[in-house]
Nanobody, 121 residues
Framework: QVQLVESGGGLVQPGGSLRLSCAAS????????MGWYRQAPGKQRELVATITTGGRPNYADSVKGRFTISRDNAKNTVYLQMNSLKPEDTAVYYCNGNIYYSSYDYSRNYWGQGTQVTVSS
């Protein structure tokens, strides 16, 4: 089965940058839309950004102008470049991908394991 593996989280100071990656492992599939979500302690998981197969992005208002989502279809990988980070960006970040199995004409969403992003002095 397909698994989404995340990397790139860590501790940064306010105003700093991080680049998250999420790679899909396995075979016999293609990826439709992908996205990044985040969840802070005591809060509901929220949408950060999405990107279509063709590369069209969409962002939550809270991250517009600071975050950039992109994808490399050849590598089955989605990225989230985070600039001008704020303490309120602190959360566990999860990637999500809609995976399509052409042999079965079947699709479903997969979640990454989550990676911690902490923005603090």
């Amino acid at each position: 089965q397909v698994q989404l593996v995340e990397s790139g989280g860590g501790l940064v100071q306010p105003g700093g940058s991080l680049r998250l990656s999420c790679a899909a492992s396995g075979s016999g599939f293609s990826i439709n839309g992908m996205g990044w979500y985040r969840q802070a302690p005591g809060k509901q998981r929220e949408l950060v950004a999405t990107i279509t197969t063709g590369g069209r992005p969409n962002y939550a208002d809270s991250v517009k102008g600071r975050f950039t989502i992109s994808r490399d279809n050849a590598k089955n990988t989605v990225y989230l470049q985070m600039n001008s980070l704020k303490p309120e960006d602190t959360a566990v970040y999860y990637c999500n991908g809609n995976i399509y199995y052409s042999s079965y004409d079947y699709s479903r969403n997969y979640w990454g394991q989550g990676t911690q992003v902490t923005v603090s002095s």
